[in-house]
């Protein structure tokens, strides 16, 4: 628990809002932000780590450097890994083209091995600079024609403005492919951190199709990974890939599908029914094929899923169940699939509610009005984990599954160690990502996990990127 | 070329050093800044945040807000917070982007001060310089805030010192800053105050009943200016790591303890001595292994303090490479500021053995013996287990050479 500095005698007051009373998508009045230390969410520098044999070179204020560098270091990866450090003189000698030109030469000349592709990451002060990003370009091609270069970028004071450094690191990811022949037997599942889970609905459907499935994170090399340019249909399922997915299509020209996650089953069957289209539509996958594969996938995850919620639900009774925003991208529709089946769902740590979420924010203000939305980054949530252990500690909670967690934030903000670890949806998707969460909710219940060193490690599942 | 690193680390930045420096004395630090900073902070340079409920947020500045110069959204929202919350001060420290607008601190920080009533600090880093430069602006300021007039002096007490210049990204929390304080008391003297680690804002306000500080790293040194100027309190300059470099350590101090107290006792009109500076053996006069040469990279006091253990106690030869700021007057003729990879590089050329932080390994000669000594400033929390206790346990470095 916190050692209080302040000596503060009275309890802080934790922000949070009955659902009901929520606005939409901001429930929250944004302020001063409180950082926890949850690190399991993956940053830029994971992501880029996923093409093989890359290289990265981050132009920014040492300030920046930092946290990137260590992420760096910590994934075990400092081989691929080089800085140009802005400095002050760099602001008002207007020279910042030529200190990314030479900075980023300078590092290639220095390498052991010459990388095949470099990701040179500019940032917000390349932006207020009005930094000629295009020269810079241009002229690092001209020196470097072997390597492939793309521009990728830190700058989050660009979050509120168009894409997000999330969807637009994602995109970049694709940024290097060269276009070659589309092949119909050939398609790619884009945009995840994680890998998708070989006994996912979408995989055993695509392997039902006859199709050649790429996916970054099981490229081995720099060639496996132009390999996925073949593809004539690429899909992806995490909502910040999506604009990377409609780029790669407009430049190499397959057809993408974004496939929506969810946990209701109307919405995940519609969503493979539309994927089920295009597959037939655009590869060499006959359609009575995909609609049977199809048919069995939707009947046994029904079933399954039925069961594990029996299952699951008799195992853990009434405990409070939080859930919170990085376990997934849909937390609102895993509240629904829960409080519909009897789970005791008390509360979700989300900052605001993605837009997906919108009809089931509307559905659980109407059915379950009571249940409780706490941010993770007001300034008072410094204060949630000593709060909500005293309050347990209060109620003679402090013993057993007193609260199960679903999601990092939500573990540690509850101070417990029944949680479960996974971040981003775990490579989860359509019927497999209920009964996959159900078990790991059964396997948390069950047994205690060490949460304060678990969640402080960054990037949970970045030894993908390890190769 | 400068500025660049293949492949070593980056030291701890000015704003972090901040937010280090006051995280102990109850206050509220918020990093001007759009994101990130407060995750880097807290993940790789706060040691502390998982177990004491320090306050330290970022403003989530957004591209609007730095165009449009809307400082009144930071205004308000660290006045909604502050009112909330009730921090003992209040501090803003800058990144890049504010920096670049021109961004005001002072001013920000007397609008908040004349709203909250709560002291606050506008401290203008910039996010480019390291955590030294911001450790050091941060313990000036409290220095010249919140220290108090000394009571009555009692001619028979102990000497009484205040240790600057502490925290975790110099000497971790492996015990290293408790360490000090008992070799301190063990020896006679008294410690008033531990800046900024142990003690609260209470007994650091205190900080003026002291004969004398003891300055055990660069981010030390503002505050010592602070107090020798408005209390003519003299600084010594030194960890007091090994048996012969601490006993010059203690002399130092117990002489410059006795004649300021003979001066505030006397009132005497030559005044005090200032800061002194520890006595160092140079290079040349004892060299008793000619061809050896020890290469000390890190921050300038602690790595020159580890440098006078290796020649007192190993009579190597030493040259320290100091990539954080160190004032002039600090470093020995032969020893260098070595900020960037291409700076170092050549400087260990002719060392036998180098003393650095893990990640700078991958840069050092093939022929030199690499030995280990991980800083927070530099590798974060990856190698803390390792990090030695130097002043219980100075052999943990010694013995290897």
């Known amino acids: ?467 | 070329m400068k500025q660049t690193a293949r492949i070593i680390s980056t030291y701890s930045a000015d704003v972090m050093g901040v937010s280090s420096a006051l995280f102990e004395l109850g206050g509220m630090t918020v990093m001007h800044d759009a994101s990130g900073c407060n995750s880097t902070y807290t993940t790789h340079d706060e040691p502390r945040w998982y177990d004491m409920d320090s306050m330290v947020y970022i403003s989530g500045l957004s591209e609007m807000e730095a165009i449009m110069g809307d400082d009144e959204k930071l205004i308000g929202d660290i006045c909604d917070a502050a009112e909330q919350l009730s921090p003992k001060f209040i501090a803003i420290a800058g990144t890049p982007i504010p920096t670049m607008t021109g961004f005001d601190f002072e001013a920000v920080a007397e609008v908040i001060e004349s709203r909250t009533g709560i002291p606050t600090f506008g401290f203008p880093t910039s996010g480019m310089n390291t955590y030294i430069h911001g450790a050091f602006m941060a313990l000036e300021g409290i220095a010249g805030r919140f220290v108090t007039e000394p009571e009555a002096l009692d001619p028979d007490s102990p000497y009484k010192v205040n240790i600057l210049g502490l925290t975790p990204l110099d000497f971790s929390v492996v015990g290293q800053d408790a360490s000090i304080a008992k070799w301190l008391e063990e020896n006679g003297l008294s410690v008033v105050s531990k800046w900024a680690m142990g003690s609260s804002l209470e007994e650091i306000s205190r900080a003026a009943e002291a004969d004398v500080n003891l300055v055990v790293s660069a981010a030390g040194l503002g505050a010592a200016r602070i107090l020798y100027r408005k209390y003519g309190i003299p600084a010594v300059i030194g960890v007091p790591v090994g048996s012969v470099q601490s006993d010059h350590i203690w002399r130092a101090l117990t002489r410059a303890a006795r004649e300021y107290r003979q001066f505030r006792m006397t009132d005497d009109t030559e005044g005090p001595r200032g800061i002194t500076r520890v006595k160092i053996h140079p290079n040349e006069l004892d060299p008793a292994k000619e061809n050896e040469l020890v290469a000390v990279i890190g921050e300038g006091i602690t790595s020159l303090s580890l440098a006078n253990a290796i020649r007192f106690e190993k009579g190597l030869r030493t040259r320290v490479l100091c990539a954080t700021e160190c004032p002039d007057g600090i470093l020995r003729k032969w020893d260098r500021m070595t900020p960037d990879e291409d700076d170092i590089i050549p400087e260990l050329a002719d060392a036998t053995a180098v003393i650095a932080d893990p990640l700078y390994k991958p840069i050092c000669p093939a022929g030199a013996k690499f030995i280990p000594l991980p800083s927070e400033a530099f590798s974060g929390r990856i190698f803390r287990k390792d990090i030695p206790d130097l002043v219980a346990d100075p052999d943990a470095i010694l013995d290897q050479l």
């Open chain 1, 1 to 467: 628990m916190l050692k209080r500095i302040n000596d503060k005698t009275e309890h802080a007051v934790i922000p949070g809002v009955r659902i009901a009373d929520a606005g939409f998508p901001a429930p929250f009045r944004s302020g001063l932000e409180y950082s926890s230390p949850a690190r399991g969410t993956w940053n830029i520098v994971h992501t880029g780590m996923l093409i093989p044999e890359s290289h990265e070179i981050y132009v920014c204020a040492a300030g920046c450097l930092r946290g990137v560098v260590l992420t760096a270091a910590e994934m075990g990866t400092m081989d691929r890994f080089s800085t140009v450090a802005i400095r002050e003189h760099n602001l008002l000698d207007g020279d910042m083209e030529d200190l990314v030109i030479e900075g980023v030469s300078d590092i290639i000349g220095k390498l052991p091995k010459r990388p095949p592709a470099v990701l040179v990451y500019t940032s917000c002060v390349h932006h207020f600079t009005g930094t000629d990003l295009d020269l810079i370009y241009a002229r690092l091609r001209e020196r470097f024609p072997d390597i492939d270069f793309t521009d990728c970028y830190m700058n989050p004071i660009m979050r509120k403005s168009g894409l997000t450094p999330d969807q637009l690191m994602r995109s970049r990811l694709y940024m290097l492919l060269h276009e070659r022949p589309l092949s119909e037997s050939a398609v790619a599942v884009i945009g995840n951190d994680l890998p998708t889970l070989q006994d996912s609905d979408l995989i055993r459907l695509l392997r039902a199709a006859g199709l050649k499935i790429h996916e970054i994170t099981s490229c081995r090399n720099y060639e496996e990974y132009q390999q996925m340019a073949e593809s004539s249909v690429y899909i992806s399922y995490n909502p910040d890939a999506a604009p990377g997915g409609d780029m790669l299509a407009e430049r190499l020209g397959g057809t993408h599908q974004y496939l929506q996650l969810s946990f209701d089953e109307d919405e995940i069957d519609a969503g493979f029914d539309r994927l089920a289209e295009v597959l037939s539509e655009k590869t060499t996958a006959r359609a009575e094929d995909v609609i049977a594969a199809l048919a069995v996938i939707r009947s046994e995850g029904r079933n399954e899923a039925a069961d594990a919620l029996r299952e699951t639900l008799e195992l853990i009774g009434d405990t409070p169940v939080v859930i919170d925003y990085t376990f997934c991208p849909r937390p609102l529709s895993l509240a629904r699939l829960l409080l519909d089946n009897g789970f005791k769902v008390t509360k979700v740590y989300a900052d605001s509610i993605p837009g997906a979420d919108r009809p089931d924010f509307e559905y659980l203000q109407d059915h379950y009005p009571d249940l409780m939305l706490h941010p993770t980054v007001h300034a008072a949530m410094r204060f949630a984990a000593t709060e909500n252990t005293c309050a347990a500690e209060e109620k003679g909670q402090a013993d057993g599954c007193r609260v199960l967690a679903i999601g990092q934030k939500a573990a540690y903000f509850e101070n417990t160690n029944h949680f479960v670890n996974v971040v981003e949806g775990g490579g989860m998707i359509g019927y497999k990502a209920i009964t996959g969460t159900l078990q790991l909710m059964r396997e948390a219940y069950l047994n205690e996990k060490p949460m304060r060193d678990l969640v402080q490690i960054k990037g949970l599942g970045c030894e993908v990127c390890v190769r």
